[in-house]
C-alpha cells in the first residue's frame, strides 16, 4: 500500500541553520505530495504541496520539489527561525483517492 | 472565523466503557475526515464522509469504532469498550467539496483508557 518515510527526529538546529528533513514515499500512479506543520497547541496545518513531478512547493521560506526518479519530496529551509520550531509530517494523496497518507513526523527545535 | 472544533479536548475513560468524541467542521465543508495518532506516529485514517455517508470506513480498526454524521455537518465518533491500545489524540479535519488536498485539522481529542 502507499507509504511515506520521514527522517527521524528529533531535529535540533541553531537559529540562521540550513535545514533538510527527509521524505521518501511509495505509491502507485502520480500522488500529490504535502508538508503539514503542527505548531505547539495548535492543529495541524498545511505548509505547502506539489502534485505533479518537478513541481515546487513552497510557503514561509520553505520549499520542497516533488521528484517522481528518486520518490522524494525533502523540505528544506535557506535559514530558520525560532517560531519554526513545530512538528513536521509529510503526506501523500494517491491518485483518485481523497484521505492522506501521513509520514511519522519530525520534530524540529530552534534555539536562539 | 470558526475552526474545525473538536470536543471534548480530554477525555479519560476506563477499559470497557463507551466514548463518544464530536467534531464541528468549518461551516460549509462537505468532506470530513477521522484520524487517529498515537505517541510519536503519524496520524492515521480512520473514515471518510462525503455529506452525511461514509465513503470510505477502511481504516477503522474493528466494528467497536462507529462514526456517524447525520446531517452533513458535525460527526460523531463512537467507540465501544474501549481497550487500553484506544488511547490516542483523534483528529477531525474537513475540507471544501472541490477537493484540493488541503485538509483544515482541529486540535484534537487526548483519550486516555485507563
Known amino acids: 500500500g502507499d507509504s511515506v518515510t520521514q527522517m527521524e527526529g528529533p531535529v535540533t538546529l541553531s537559529e540562521e541553520a540550513c535545514l533538510t528533513i527527509n521524505c521518501t514515499y511509495t505509491a502507485t500512479g502520480y500522488p500529490s505530495l504535502f508538508w503539514y506543520v503542527q505548531y505547539p497547541g495548535e492543529g495541524l496545518q498545511l505548509l505547502l504541496k506539489?502534485?505533479?513531478?518537478?513541481d515546487k512547493g513552497s510557503n514561509k521560506g520553505f520549499e520542497a520539489t516533488y521528484r517522481k526518479e528518486t520518490t522524494s519530496f525533502h523540505l528544506e529551509k535557506g535559514s530558520v527561525q525560532v517560531s519554526d520550531s513545530a512538528v513536521y509530517f509529510c503526506?501523500?494523496?494517491?491518485?483518485?483517492?481523497?484521505?492522506?497518507?501521513f509520514g511519522q513526523g519530525t520534530r524540529l527545535t530552534i534555539n536562539p | 472565523g470558526a475552526g474545525v472544533s473538536q470536543t471534548p479536548s480530554n477525555k479519560v475513560t476506563e477499559k470497557g466503557k463507551y466514548v463518544e468524541l464530536r467534531c464541528d467542521p468549518i461551516s460549509g465543508h462537505t468532506a470530513l475526515y477521522w484520524y487517529r495518532q498515537s505517541l510519536g506516529q503519524g496520524p492515521e485514517f480512520l473514515i471518510y464522509f462525503q455529506g452525511t455517508g461514509a465513503a470510505d470506513d477502511s481504516g477503522l480498526p474493528n466494528d467497536r469504532f462507529f462514526a456517524v454524521r447525520p446531517e452533513g455537518s458535525v460527526s460523531t465518533l463512537k467507540i465501544q469498550r474501549t481497550e487500553r491500545g484506544d488511547s490516542a489524540v483523534y483528529l477531525c479535519?474537513?475540507?471544501?467539496?472541490?477537493?484540493?488536498?488541503?485538509?483544515?485539522f482541529g486540535e484534537g481529542s487526548r483519550l486516555t483508557v485507563l
Open positions: 503526506a501523500l494523496r494517491s491518485q483518485g483517492a481523497q484521505k492522506l497518507v
Open positions: 479535519a474537513s475540507s471544501e467539496t472541490r477537493n484540493t488536498g488541503e485538509l483544515f
Open positions: 506539489a502534485t505533479k513531478a518537478d
